[in-house]
């Protein structure tokens, strides 16, 4: 789960957001992450100065992404651990949630670890909008 990126792009696959920009330090090549499909997602409002650089910057979008995204995150996190982290793996491809496209599938035998930090994640979440 990555808020506010620097180094998002903005035709990444798994990007989430309103942003149409690329971050500060955008990356040359996202071909690497773009082979976890669906298990990685970059969220990224419009505006903020960190990961949509252009001519509208919005100091305040960065602050907002627990307020804006923490229940989606939340549900998606869930959804995942309940999938051993494999959610939208069909027969070895991964099928991209939006758009249905399909990329081949790398072994990933930290699947589970992930799962258990996405957890955390989202127990860190919860314990924020409770206070």
């Known amino acids: 789960m990555l808020f506010g990126d620097t180094t998002h792009r903005s035709e ?5 957001g309103d942003s149409t920009g690329s971050g500060v ?8 992450c773009e082979s976890y499909g669906n298990r990685i997602r970059s969220y990224c409002t419009a505006g903020d100065p960190f990961c949509d650089v252009g001519p ?8 907002t992404y627990v307020t804006d995204y923490g229940e989606e995150v939340a549900e998606y996190v869930v959804r995942q651990y309940e999938n051993g982290g494999e959610a939208g793996i ?8 939006e758009s249905g496209d ?7 035998v930290g699947s589970r670890m992930w799962s258990v930090s996405g957890l955390l994640v989202v127990a860190s979440l919860l314990a924020g909008s409770m206070l």
């Open 12 to 16: 990444s696959s798994y990007n989430y």
């Open 25 to 32: 330090f955008w990356r040359a090549d996202s071909e690497s």
């Open 56 to 63: 509208n910057l919005n100091g305040t979008a960065h602050l």
């Open 90 to 97: 069909e027969n070895g491809t991964v099928v991209n949630e």
């Open 102 to 108: 399909s990329v081949a599938a790398q072994e990933n």
